[in-house]
């Protein structure tokens, strides 16, 4: 995710047909309610493979890491999407509209803004998402919707490995028009991978 998190590089395909400019920047309020028109409308959090004869396409890519931390923390760390902010090279703010509980699994709906360089203005891009929190069984799943109608489902695991290391694994699938489909999938992929990689050094280092 942003934090999601984070589509840097599918964002850009927006910019070819509403460019956005980051000085004009939308309320928290209109965010939301731009949040819930892509629930009602993308459903995003369905899983179901899309049809044979819809045009639009799936890939399923898994990425670790292994962190030298203990597992709680890192998980607590890892998890928090306000912790990606610096990380993300592109990622400026993340919004929560709303959280709450449901036996032991924290929900939280929320927006991710970027602002992406693109040939000489910036292209402000919101993947709306829901997070969901395991911390009885130390994962969080996250789904999300972005221009230009790509949807994202995500698992992420922590593994406690022996000298106080984690091992985090993230199970990603992306959907997305099937001309687009290998594009996003492998610069959604990339993307992640720099993400981890850097959440793993601001760990490690004691900044996070």
């Given amino acids: 995710m942003a934090a999601a998190h984070t589509f ?23 965010i939301a309610a731009e949040w819930q028109t892509a629930w009602d409308t993308y459903h995003f959090t369905d899983t179901t493979p899309p049809a044979p ?10 990425i670790s890491v292994d962190i030298d931390s ?29 959280e709450c509980k449901k036996g032991s699994t924290t929900y939280r709906n929320l927006t991710a803004i970027e602002e992406i360089p693109y040939e000489g203005t910036i ?9 969901r929190l395991h911390p009885n069984g130390y994962y969080y799943e996250t789904d999300s919707w ?11 695991d922590f593994k406690a490995l ?9 199970k990603l699938t992306f959907e997305s028009d099937s001309s687009l489909i ?15 990689q850097a959440l ?7 900044d996070l």
């Fill in 8 to 30: 840097a590089a599918a964002a850009v395909f927006t910019a070819l047909s509403a460019p956005a400019n980051a000085d004009t920047p939308e309320s928290d309020a209109q």
């Fill in 53 to 62: 004869d819809s045009g639009r396409s799936q890939i399923t890519n898994s």
């Fill in 70 to 98: 203990p597992m709680p923390l890192t998980f607590h760390k890892y998890s928090n999407f306000n912790n990606h902010i610096g990380k993300n090279p592109f990622l400026k703010r993340v919004i929560t509209h709303q």
């Fill in 123 to 131: 292209v402000v891009s919101k993947t709306h998402a829901q997070q």
């Fill in 146 to 156: 972005s221009e230009p109608n790509v949807v994202t489902h995500q698992k992420i």
């Fill in 162 to 170: 022996p000298g106080g290391k984690t091992r985090v694994t993230e």
């Fill in 182 to 196: 290998d594009f996003v999938a492998a610069n959604g992929t990339a993307s992640h991978q720099q993400l981890q």
């Fill in 200 to 206: 793993k050094q601001a760990i490690e280092s004691g």
